[in-house]
């Protein structure tokens, strides 16, 4: 078989993408997954929320994609805690709470706690969180949601030279590629962490972290550590995406990072072939079906002439007639009011089209 044939071909990389790949991969199908980066997921806090699952409803079928992404998840070592049902109040950048039904471990743990001792700790420098206005602001919206809890704020000073501005981003890249600097924030953290139970964190424990790493680093501090989503990217966001595409990789889906689409082909109605910028010279892929999972940008890649789907999650243009038989649109889609309304309905489009997408096998050979 040739290098650059596939059953499925995947483009774009966030949350509809990777489960789309993942679908079709579960189906031992030979899977690639093109795209230039992560897609908006990390944009936001980094969860699922109970107001976009109530928008997605109660079908069987997003049981069962919000199950199938969680058991990925939990495989690629960045799990998410809660389920459909659940609504935890977690606290925001804001200092104010969202009700959340799933999300990373280390956001998850850190819903108002009464009996809790809880330090806000802010790093000098990171003016994107300011532990003082935080703390003053956990204590009086959870004294609104009638749980009785105080917050205290404490801030650390680090060394390192971060670069201005100081952003979670960089201090999340240090964690990740530097013992030492681990070593020192877990020193300053032990010192402001003294007498509490619990502490609250920015956002910044490493952007390829696992949960195993998070919890090893969790138990030597010797109390709770909870994380804060601030302003994007969220570093538990890229944490998940980071994790779910190496994931993906081990697999065996063969990723093609930070490489364009220029161009599908068309041969005998169906979408064989792909064009992506590959560096010094363009590549063709081949492929039986094909997942275009890039969001707005998706009717731009396909000319602008598509403005609506089928039931099959394939594309139509202005007069109705199919683009191609073996061609699904995954996530938000143009004007699709359906596929619009958030990363819970881009998981259900993913687990839907990949698995669309792998019924097709034999179906439309690529030549």
Known sequence: MESNRYDVVVV??????????????????????????????????????????????????????????????????????????TARPLPTLLGDFQRVALAPSSLWKAEPRPDTSSAVIGVRGLSSFDENFMAARLSECSHAL?????????????????????????????????????????DALRSAA???ARVLLPGMLGLHSSDHQIAQFEHDLGCSICEVPTLPPSVPGLRVFHRLESYLGKLGIELFRGYPVQSFEFHRDACTELRIASPGHSMLLRAESVVLATGRNSAELLG??????????????????????????????????????????????????????????GNYAAR
């Open 304 to 361: 602008n002439d598509c403005v609506r789907l089928d039931e099959q999650m394939r594309p139509l243009t202005s007069s109705g007639a199919l683009v191609a038989p073996n061609l699904f649109i995954a996530g938000s889609f143009l004007s699709n009011a359906e596929t619009s309304r958030g990363d819970t309905l881009e998981i259900l489009t993913g687990y839907r089209a990949g698995n669309l997408a792998a019924s097709t096998r």
């Open 12 to 85: 774009g990389a966030g949350l509809a993408g990777l489960t789309a790949a993942a679908a079709a991969v579960q189906q031992n199908l030979k899977a690639a997954l093109v795209a230039t980066g992560p897609g908006s997921f990390v944009l936001g806090p980094g969860w699922l929320t109970t107001a976009d699952i109530a928008r997605a409803g109660s079908a069987q079928e997003l049981k069962e994609a919000i199950a199938f992404f969680c058991e990925k998840s939990l495989f690629a070592g960045c799990s998410l805690e809660g389920d459909l049902s």
């Open 146 to 186: 009638g749980f009785s809890c105080a917050y205290a704020a404490r801030q650390i000073s680090l060394s390192r030279n971060f670069g201005v501005p100081v952003t979670t981003l960089r201090i999340a890249t240090y964690f990740d590629r530097d013992p030492e600097f681990r070593a020192e924030l877990m």
């Open 194 to 196: 003294q007498g509490f």
